[in-house]
């Protein structure tokens, strides 16, 4: 096998450094020239863009539609909303010139204090203020609602501490900007969303999410509700992969965004926001992966079956050229993507390896003894299991070996989740059960303070108060007092 290809640090030394080799040697991303910001590179971007296509498509199901607005944000727009600027000044990427000259040394270029800009413009670090100053001049009357517009864009969050994907300067995301006549609209609409995002992870990433809404310390600036979908990686981490916000009233008040109901009385409209990012692209490693590579969801992979013919001379690799022909053509009459590997410049034992360390689901190989006995070897990524199968049906078979490790992927990450999930009643337990890692299920009495304290002692945040499951009130671990319910606590990204 290709050691120089396959040589991952291993999760049991260092979880962070195996994810950082993987994104890079599996040829995702890479650090930029421009520090904090990463490249895509085509075989990750080949992923999102799966991820992209099947949301999109949810999206539009659900009757939204997709517009763009300007990457700048005039500053006097993000003083309108309080708590939406107070949560994001300290991100926030600034323009205050528009020209650069020569500088008078001959040595480059400086900025030129000539063109200062009467107002600072800010690269978006998210969208709400501008798209709501539009909509104020999109709606007037009953007639014009509900809106229900999806932005696809980047963002610009200024990051000191980053690692690719999870957590960068710039990265690429999804934004829903809803509004709606009444307060049941939006809030069902934010509920909707919560949904979909929830079905996407399940049955396309594979990775089964805790549904939940936020405390109201770690809600999203502005809203009065931020739902949530926490999954839970391979290192006992939670990961946030997808928020849906109900924003009330706040946004429209703060730019004046009223329509005149079925009666003529003026209402301020009501609003959500939603939104996942590039960040689904770490919860998908970090979900599945191994010491050997990725292990991507047949669902997601750019490619779902790879085939590489074993050969001893050119002859013999034109026979097998031809009986693979056939068998590339069925596999795509199916709609499964497949690639044919054929290139004499990588022996096949460096092929075989870098597609196991790229997650393709799927390999065929052929050699000459294979293609006189009709046969072709099969081998899974998420088990590394081969077999040698007739190639008569190859086709229906390999259809049904990818749902099958859809299906197992899925498994294998929710039976792990819950053998790292715990119900505890001390908060001596708790502090113990939380170096374990994994999803810690405990009583809080709702307060601020109490969850502050135990953030500050263990590191461990409410990731979300579940929507689902037990709903047994009982008391706060930690002061004893009243709680509705337990709530989801974890160690996170």
């Known amino acids: 096998m290709a050691k120089e290809l396959k040589e991952l640090t291993p999760r049991s030394?260092?979880?962070?450094?195996?994810?950082?080799?993987?994104?890079?040697?599996?040829d995702l991303a890479e650090n930029s020239a421009v520090r904090g910001c990463m490249v895509i590179k085509p075989y990750g971007y080949a992923i999102w863009e799966k991820m992209q296509r099947i949301l999109d498509d949810k999206f539009k199901e659900t009757g939204h539609s997709n517009a763009y607005f300007p990457l700048f944000i005039p500053k006097s727009f993000l003083s309108k909303e309080a708590e939406h600027v107070?949560?994001?000044?300290?991100?926030?990427?600034?323009?205050?010139?528009?020209?650069?000259?020569?500088?008078h040394d001959g040595t480059g270029v400086?900025?030129?204090?000539?063109?200062?800009?009467?107002?600072?413009?800010?690269?978006?670090?998210?969208?709400?203020?501008?798209?709501?100053?539009?909509?104020?001049?999109?709606?007037?009357?009953?007639?014009?609602?509900?809106?229900?517009?999806?932005?696809?864009?980047?963002?610009?969050?200024?990051?000191?501490?980053?690692?690719?994907?999870?957590?960068?300067?710039?990265?690429?995301?999804?934004?829903?900007?809803?509004?709606?006549?009444t307060k049941d609209e939006a809030e069902a609409e934010?509920?909707?969303?919560?949904?979909?995002?929830?079905?996407?992870?399940?049955?396309?990433?594979?990775?089964?999410?805790?549904?939940?809404?936020?405390?109201?310390?770690?809600?999203?600036?502005?809203?009065?509700?931020?739902?949530?979908?926490?999954?839970?990686?391979?290192?006992?981490k939670a990961l946030q992969s997808g928020t849906s916000h109900f924003l009330g009233q706040n946004f429209a008040k703060a730019f004046d965004v009223k329509y005149i109901d079925k009666t003529g009385k003026s209402e301020y409209v009501w609003a959500t926001s939603w939104g996942v990012s590039t960040r689904l692209m770490g919860a998908l490693i970090m979900s599945h992966s191994d010491d050997n590579g990725?292990?991507?969801?047949?669902?997601?992979?750019?490619?779902?079956?790879?085939?590489?013919?074993?050969?001893?001379?050119?002859?013999?690799?034109?026979l097998i050229d031809e009986k693979i022909s056939g068998i590339v053509a069925g596999l795509k009459a199916l709609g499964i993507s497949v690639k044919y590997d054929n290139a004499d410049n990588k022996k096949p034992g460096w092929k075989f390896a870098e597609y196991e360390l790229k997650g393709v689901p799927v390999?065929?190989?052929?050699?000459?003894?294979?293609?006189?006995?009709?046969?072709?070897?099969?081998?899974?990524?998420?088990?590394?299991?081969?077999?040698?199968?007739?190639?008569?049906?190859?086709?229906?078979?390999?259809?049904?070996?990818?749902?099958?490790?859809?299906e197992n992927i899925f498994k294998k990450a929710f039976d792990y989740r819950a053998a790292n999930t715990v119900s505890v009643d001390s908060y001596d337990e708790f502090k113990q059960k939380i170096e374990d890692g994994g999803f810690i299920l405990a009583h809080w009495d709702g307060t601020a303070e109490t969850e502050e304290l135990i953030k500050n002692e263990t590191k461990a945040t409410i990731r979300c108060i579940p929507l689902e499951?037990?709903?047994?009130?009982?008391?706060?671990?930690?002061?004893?007092?009243p709680s509705a319910q337990r709530v989801v606590f974890a160690r996170a990204y």
């Open 13 to 26: 030394v260092s979880y962070s450094q195996w994810y950082q080799d993987l994104v890079i040697k599996a």
């Open 86 to 103: 107070e949560g994001f000044a300290k991100e926030c990427a600034v323009v205050t010139h528009y020209r650069l000259k020569t500088n």
């Open 110 to 181: 400086v900025v030129d204090p000539e063109a200062k800009l009467e107002e600072e413009l800010i690269v978006r670090p998210t969208s709400e203020t501008i798209i709501w100053n539009t909509y104020r001049n999109w709606i007037q009357s009953y007639r014009d609602l509900p809106i229900l517009v999806n932005q696809w864009a980047n963002v610009v969050r200024w990051e000191m501490r980053t690692r690719l994907f999870l957590r960068t300067a710039e990265f690429l995301w999804q934004e829903g900007h809803t509004a709606h006549a």
């Open 190 to 236: 934010a509920r909707q969303m919560l949904e979909v995002y929830a079905d996407f992870a399940e049955k396309y990433m594979a990775m089964p999410v805790v549904k939940g809404v936020k405390s109201a310390s770690e809600r999203f600036a502005g809203a009065l509700d931020t739902y949530t979908i926490e999954g839970l990686m391979q290192d006992g």
């Open 294 to 318: 990725l292990v991507l969801p047949p669902k997601l992979a750019p490619i779902q079956v790879v085939i590489v013919p074993i050969y001893k001379n050119d002859e013999q690799l034109k």
């Open 363 to 406: 390999r065929l190989a052929m050699g000459g003894r294979d293609m006189e006995n009709n046969t072709i070897e099969v081998m899974r990524r998420d088990k590394l299991e081969k077999e040698t199968v007739s190639c008569e049906g190859i086709e229906a078979y390999v259809k049904n070996l990818l749902d099958d490790i859809q």
């Open 469 to 481: 499951g037990d709903k047994t009130p009982g008391v706060c671990m930690v002061t004893g007092k």
